[in-house]
């Protein structure tokens, strides 16, 4: 009903944009690998409660305990792998709670570190489902630890993060640096998902606080970006910048004439603070040449790609299309140039590129550590050990749905038990 009324409305406004990207993401978290993390996550997480009368919650408790138990033997360095019959166990009691894990909010339950101390030592941290203020802000703080931490995984990636960004309330922590690195999170992974009203709402909000705040320093900004060798001042306008870059992208991939007028204004800024600075690298030279050649200013538009051809984020298809546009700037064709690179879709694969290659090199359990995030070694040990039981189940989800050939091959010793699991 409410998208009928919008697509009947005609002008659609930021607001209805906005409702509308919070339907999409709700979607894009109900698949199976996000459901079965957070089924691992709620088995933790009740594992803090002392008891409750919910008959659901009753329900689920009974089916977590082989998954705890699981949880307690898996060595968080190690290598071993679970066997075909534990990964089918697992397999079983998630699906049998699977309708319950979708439709609970996790947050109902205590805090994720609660129910590592109550696995690890049988210590009740917590008894009630009524969370209190200081309850609220830690794990607000888990799922912000979280959604960077798993960013770069093999296993987890992208889509677990994105779980968790949706997961934490950055308006419901103090103002400061922290909350505004996780709203820049927030948006490039919500940008990443094509969530552009929500990637802008939150950086619309950082790059106000940004100009209100121009004097605080910035040390987790430096450590993210790997700027440490700018001062506080150089380190604000980077920041200033990434935030308009990034609230550019979302506005160009709009669909209103007025967001593309307003993406341009947002480039003409990103390019503003990283002058300022002196910067050279691969995103300046996208964002000059594409505002260049919509102004059809060739002369410069040329200059910036021949330094973007050069690139090693660039594949061998993205660096013939830069070389056929810098000939057709050339041959004075500014019309078949920007459609041979700079449609919207190229700008977005080359910024992700680039944010991606800084991600990757961030080392986030050090950089955790190193700034006293609380809890950080015990969760990185939990994402370690989430990570095997879903890589575990989603080896043998196949076998689980019957696959009797590949069971023989892989655990014909438990063949017989597979078959009664699932049942």
Partial sequence: MFICLISCSGEKTDQMMLELD???????????KIVFYKYAKLAIRSAAIQDTTLPEYQN??????????????????????????????????????KSFVKETDEDIFPTLVDGFIAIKTGKIAVDTFYPDKNKLNNQNIEHAALSVAVLTTRDLGQPIA?????????????????????????????????LYYLSEDGLTRNIKW??????????????????????????????????????????????????????????????KDMNTLGLQNEIIWLVDSYLNLKRENPEKAVQSLEKLSKSTLLSDDEREAIQKTINYQKNRDADAAL???????????????????????????????????????????????????????????????????????????????AKGLLK
């Fill in 162 to 194: 994105l779980y968790e960004c949706s997961k934490t309330a950055p308006e419901k922590l103090e103002d400061g640096e922290v909350k505004t690195l996780l709203e820049f999170i927030r948006g490039f992974l919500f940008f990443s998902n094509n």
């Fill in 339 to 417: 459609k041979t690179v700079y449609d919207k879709a190229f700008l977005a694969k080359i910024g992700t590129k680039y944010m991606v290659a800084i991600l990757a090199k961030i080392d986030w359990e050090r950089l955790m550590l190193e700034n006293n995030i609380p809890h950080a070694k015990e969760i990185f040990s939990g994402i370690k050990q989430v990570k095997q039981l879903s890589n575990a189940v989603s080896s043998y989800t196949s076998k689980a749905k019957g696959s009797t050939k590949t069971l023989k091959e892989t655990g014909g010793q438990f063949l017989d038990q």
């Fill in 60 to 97: 689920f408790s009974k089916q977590s305990e082989s998954t705890i138990r699981t949880l307690k033997s898996i060595n968080p360095n190690g290598k071993d792998q679970l066997s075909v019959f534990e990964a089918l166990r697992l397999y079983k009691s998630y699906r049998s709670v």
């Fill in 22 to 32: 919070q339907v999409k993401l709700n979607e894009n978290l109900n698949y199976d």
């Fill in 210 to 271: 940004l100009d209100k705040n121009q004097q605080i320093a910035l040390p987790y900004t430096k450590a993210f970006f790997g700027w440490r060798n700018l001062s506080d001042e150089q380190t604000h306008h980077a920041f200033h910048g990434m935030n308009y870059l990034f609230r550019g992208f979302d506005r160009m991939r709009m669909n209103r004439k007025i967001d593309e007028e307003r993406s341009l204004e947002d480039f003409d800024l990103f390019l």
